[in-house]
């Protein structure tokens, strides 16, 4: 480094009073490469206002984007055995999950909260992909459970934000249990006569679209979310075929009947609102 940057260009700052400008007031659209300002961003909901590419949001930003004005109440969640399998590849599982833990501010990869909707009441679960690759083992077995029983306790719709790349690993046989039993759960709310429905964000893949993410009374995906089980080079490989355009896109699975609609960031709260107006209007009748 030069006495120029090392000396003179610090007291010129300290003479003139600047500050060093924060790395994170700008963000790069992958899909377009323009950069947006953060807060345009965020008054976006992350949603690129050039080409309209939907970023991946956290599980905290989707509860905000759903109940009305923000305002939410968390659950707090069972949790489960830390480390059953006392597994390590390269790292200790109980390493993963403390750093995990840290960055996100989270037990776990799923987050419970109540409130209300468009007026109407409702329990969201929203998976952290953030948290692990939104990994399913445990803890959001337990949490899936959990929302199940509130939904039913309070009478009310339980909606479901996915977003995770399948099973954890690190819990092995434990991880693909909570298939079956997220399966329970959904089967718990459908048997109470609620509404379950399924927000399908990108990515939502293997054991989770396997399970609980493909049973929702309506099924809502992000535009340009992928939604699959196994990877597009996998089913290649095994059909020894080349996929059409688009393929495991939301568009496409519109397009062949597997999700009811594919709807926009901006207008997901007011669909959800009028869908659960729909779908329990007999119910508040009764």
Known sequence: MSWLTEFVRPKIRTLLGRKEAPDNLWHQCKQCQQMIFHRELDAAKKVCPHCGHHMRATATERLAWTFDEGAYTRIDLPKGVVDPLKFRDDKKYTDRLRDAREKTKQDDGLLVAHGTIGGHRAVVASMSFEFMGGSMGAGVGEGLVAAAKLAVLQAAPLIVYTASGGARMQEGAISLMQMPRSIIAVQMVKEAGLPYIVVLTDP??????????????????????????????VIEDTLREKLPPGFQRAEYLFEHGIVDMVVKRGDLTATLARLIALTTANKRAA
């Open 204 to 233: 939502t893949t293997g054991g989770v679209s396997a399970s609980f993410a493909m049973l929702g009374d309506i099924h809502i995906a992000e535009p340009g979310a992928l939604i699959a089980f196994a990877g597009a080079r």
